[in-house]
Structure formats: C-alpha cells, structure tokens
Nanobody, 127 residues
C-alpha cells in the first residue's frame, strides 16, 4: 500500500522558518509528481507547490513564491517543503499528495486531481 506521512509542523513566530517532510512508503517518490497543499480553518484546500516527475521542476502558488522551496531526497524517499519568512496567513494543515501517471493536476496545484494523500501536519504562525 502507498502511504505518505507528513511531519515537521508546529508553532512558529512570524518571520520564522519550518521544514516539513513527506515520507513515502510502498512506492518510490521520484516516479510520481508530488504536491504540497494546505487548508486553513474555514477555507478550502489550496495548492502550495508541486514537484513534477516529468520535468523535475517545481512551481509555487503566488502567495508563497520566494519564501517556500520544495526539494526531494531520493535516498530517503522523502520530499521537503522549506518554509521561510512565515506569516500568520500561512497557518494551516499542510498535506502532501501524489499524482499517479501524470503531473497535470499537480502542476496546476489542483487538489481534486491528486491520487494519494497524507494525514497532514499543522503549522501555526503566531506571536
């Protein structure tokens, strides 16, 4: 079975940094496009970033561009999301997800097209 497990969330002050991890089991991460998504209280889930299996490139939502960076460690079968200059509006549950077979939905940061999801990790940005 395919599993994704996020970790690294927590409470951080505005302007601080966190690194989230997404560890995969049951499949090899670099065969799939992997996205990070988030859902704030009372809001819809939104796309944050995608690492495309086709191109190896990453793309980001405008709200996090220049502050967040996605990377992958194939040896550890883990994807990371480095988050810098955090703002209170970044507060949300962060999920990683895998798209099987293509990178269409991942590249569009479209959560409805992703195939496998982790349970999420909570990030709270507050003073």
């Amino acid at each position: 079975q395919l599993h994704l497990v996020e970790s690294g969330g927590g409470l951080v002050q505005p302007g601080g940094s966190l690194r989230l991890s997404c560890a995969a089991s049951g499949f090899t991460l670099d065969y799939y496009s992997i996205g990070w998504f988030r859902q704030a209280p009372g809001k819809e889930r939104e796309g944050v970033s995608c690492l495309s299996k086709s191109t190896g490139s990453t793309n980001y939502a405008d709200s996090v561009k220049g502050r967040f960076a996605m990377s992958r460690d194939n040896a550890k079968n883990t994807v990371y999301l480095q988050m810098n200059s955090l703002k209170p509006e970044d507060t949300a549950v962060y999920y990683c997800a895998a798209e099987i077979g293509s990178d269409y939905y991942c590249s569009a940061l479209a959560s409805y097209g992703m195939d496998y999801w982790g349970e999420g990790t909570l990030v709270t940005v507050s003073s």
